[in-house]
């Protein structure tokens, strides 16, 4: 069973309220109407009743039974207010800016989830990634024990003889443009986490990615991940974790034992840290138009999970989306 089969039947186990703040956007509609009739979560649509009622007609989505929350006339409206006032005073937002705030969509979705009236949220087709990460950001905050917010992108290969039957988390594909060796650690701890959590990985075999493996070469992009991986072992003990690596070292067994004879991880990693967003970004990309594989990708590191979706996303994206948010507030 693919990695994304086993999170939508993991998603359909507690039926978690995720709340979709592009809720007249049709591809939305039509994912939210699969969302009910797969039984796989409680889609909530914010916006205007009306304006969400006649994009369902005219893109022909039935969406009886699916929930509508009208942010500008929500009943917890003034209390959403009040917490994201309370939480953004110190930087200059007044009890006015916070009241109109609140009833947009986007920021309504994320205040929701912030006191638990939703359990998670997925927005992104229409808004870009800034637009949606800044709220949630602001509003929910890094969980405890976690720095900062990243993101990972599981790549389903169809070559099964890699990691862990064929699925490799990398990361950070999507938030951190340029993480000093601190921020890398903490992306690397909560990739392995997520490994975990989301995809059921056991054990996570987590490899820094570099040009160089062991002081093959010396510079100091090389230094940075180097001591990341220091940082990550000194936090993590328990986590199997190396680096600095080259990806063939990383992933292929012969290379990894050449290159890296005694490491935990060489040859055999399931979990890859890039060393920065571009990296990152255009090595899935790779994977997914070269490699033929599959990609998912998440945030993680929220204190309650937010996911972002790409401008140019499916209705089955989307249902994917929603499900691994679904898994992910189960943790
Ligand atoms: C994540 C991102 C949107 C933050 O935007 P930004 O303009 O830097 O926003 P700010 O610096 O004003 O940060 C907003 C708040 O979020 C916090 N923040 C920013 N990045 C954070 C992170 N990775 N983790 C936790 N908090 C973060 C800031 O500390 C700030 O908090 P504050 O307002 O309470 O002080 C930005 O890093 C970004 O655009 N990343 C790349 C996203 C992208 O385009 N990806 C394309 C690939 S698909």
Known sequence: ????????????????????????EPRTLAAAAV???????????LG??????AAASL????????EITDPASHPRAEAYAETLYELRKKKGMTPESARALAKDP??????MVKCGDADGLVSGAVHSTGDMLRPALQIIKTKPGTKIVSSCVLIDCPNKSLGEDGLLIFSDCVVVPCPDAAELADIAISTADTATTLCGIEEPKVALLSFSTKGSASHELVTKVREAAEIAHGLRPDLLLDGELQF???ISPEVGELKAPGSPVAGHAN????????????????????????????????????????????????????????VQAQA
């Open 106 to 111: 986007m920021h309504c979705g994320v205040l």
């Open 59 to 66: 893109a022909g989505v039935d969406i009886r039974d699916i």
């Open 271 to 326: 979990v890859l840290i890039f060393p920065d967003l571009q990296s990152a970004n255009i090595g899935y990309k790779i994977a997914q138009r070269i490699g033929g594989a599959e990609a998912f990708a998440v945030l993680q590191g929220l204190a309650k999970p937010c996911n972002d979706l790409s401008r140019g996303c499916s209705v089955g994206d989307i249902v994917n989306t929603v499900c691994m948010t679904a």
């Open 1 to 24: 069973m693919s990695v994304i089969e086993k999170i939508r039947r993991k998603a359909a186990l507690s039926m978690k309220r995720i709340a979709l703040p592009e809720g007249s």
């Open 248 to 250: 063939d070292a990383a």
């Open 35 to 45: 969302l009910r009739d797969e039984s796989l979560c409680r889609p909530v649509l």
């Open 48 to 53: 205007n009743p009306g304006e969400i009622r």
